[in-house]
């Protein structure tokens, strides 16, 4: 049977300031604590919508494993084909490549972020995989690999195309992705200015709102077209926690700065990181069949720290879950039960609890009591069906 014990986990937090929802302009939006793996905000974070320069996340991505794999270093240079310079006549963002420009990995890695150039992605995606179709193919394939279900490519740069599409959350993931897979090579997206060759110094600035802001933020990318508005992927560390946001849909770059800026705020000030409980302190005890003790103590493997809305410690609420009985004998740090954590407009919180300690099987007095008790247990129920069944029903 499966045994379930509630009871309030108030007592482990600390009271706190009242905290209070958070409405967006943004027509998308996604937000998300890393630490604690929350999703704080999700507002049509699943639908398909152009991307803009967001998409070229995926590019750099694509770029960042060919490094990993070795199939490229930093100093490997690409060619620069017409079709990579046909951005400078549509007016597309650039880092100012010319046909004869030998541009390295190193560069155009700094181009593709902080100039946003779509000339730097068409080279890259025909340095790795000889056409802009072919770097789109696999750009589908690799998005399947990570988990991507809403995003579809048919560029590099993410100039508009209707099989361009990515949701907010597709954007979060992958930025999530980025920063703790290549931890390395994640740093460029917190790089002020890049200017190639000194041609464009009007277009060296990283076009980040929140870089220059001072609350911690290092990443990721900003995004602009008729189709899509005014977008943002962007990522804030503040102490122990990080947050990674995408929105899209802003009338403005002003309304983007402003409603990045304020959706960083809230994520931080609203929410606190709470240390529940423990590694290895009681959370529940549970009973075990012919055992040399009669319970056993449930304890989490790790400490488990939650991230609870300002306000709501004392609304939050848990349980515990465990198939009974437990039957000795019982190996400490053995997954035993489930912790289900109950938050207030948030996603319930499910954790392994183990065993505290081994429980040895009982000897023969143990299994004598045992035997004696289930001769009396079945002994009351049957006595008490046979005087049920001497029952009459009342006439009528």
Not at 91 to 115: A, Y
Not at 266 to 286: C, D, I, N, P
């Amino acid at each position: 049977m499966i045994f379930r014990l509630f009871f309030a986990a108030a007592l482990f937090l600390t009271a706190s300031l009242p905290g209070q929802a958070f409405e967006t302009s943004a027509t998308a939006a996604w937000v998300y604590d890393v630490t604690t793996h929350t999703v704080l905000m999700d507002k049509n974070g699943e639908e398909a919508l152009p991307p803009a320069s967001m998409s070229k996340l995926m590019t750099v991505e694509m770029l960042f494993q060919a490094l990993k794999d070795g199939r490229v270093q930093m100093d490997t240079s690409f060619g620069v084909s017409a079709e990579a310079m046909k951005f400078t006549d549509l007016n597309g963002s650039t880092m100012f490549l010319q046909r004869n420009d030998r541009p390295t990995v190193s560069d155009l890695i700094q181009g593709m972020v902080v100039n946003s150039g779509n000339d730097a992605c068409t080279v890259v995606a025909e340095g790795l995989e000889g056409s802009e179709a072919e770097f789109a193919k696999k750009m589908n394939e690799r998005a399947k690999v990570l988990g991507l279900e809403n995003s579809t490519f048919a560029n590099s740069s993410g100039w508009p195309d209707p099989g361009q599409r990515m949701s907010m959350k597709d954007l979060g993931l992958l930025s999530v992705h980025l920063i703790t897979t290549y931890p390395d090579l994640y740093p460029v997206f917190s790089q002020t200015e890049f200017n190639y060759k000194n041609r464009a110094p009007a277009n060296a600035n990283n076009r980040n709102p929140l870089l220059a802001l001072g609350i911690g933020a290092d990443g990721l990318k900003t995004g602009h077209t008729e189709e899509a508005g005014f977008g943002m992927v962007g990522s804030v560390k503040q102490g122990e926690r990080r947050i990674v946001f995408a929105i899209s849909g802003m009338a403005s770059a002003e309304e983007r700065s402003k409603e990045a800026e304020n959706i960083a705020n809230w994520a931080f000030r609203q929410f606190a990181l709470k240390t529940v409980a423990k590694a290895g302190s009681e959370v529940a005890q549970a009973e075990v069949f012919l055992g040399e003790a009669p319970s056993v103590a449930l304890v989490p493997a790790e400490d488990l720290r939650l991230l609870i809305p300002a306000g709501a410690a004392e609304a939050v609420q848990a349980e515990v879950s465990y198939t009974s009985p437990i039957k000795a004998p019982v190996l400490k740090g053995t997954k035993l039960a489930e912790l289900l954590v109950h938050l207030p407009d948030m996603p319930d919180r499910r954790i392994d609890l183990v065993a505290g300690a081994d429980v040895g099987a009982g000897g023969f007095m143990t299994r004598l009591k045992a035997a004696a008790q289930k001769l009396q247990a079945d002994y009351l129920g049957d006595k008490t069906g046979a005087d049920t069944a001497g029952e009459k029903a009342p006439a009528t």
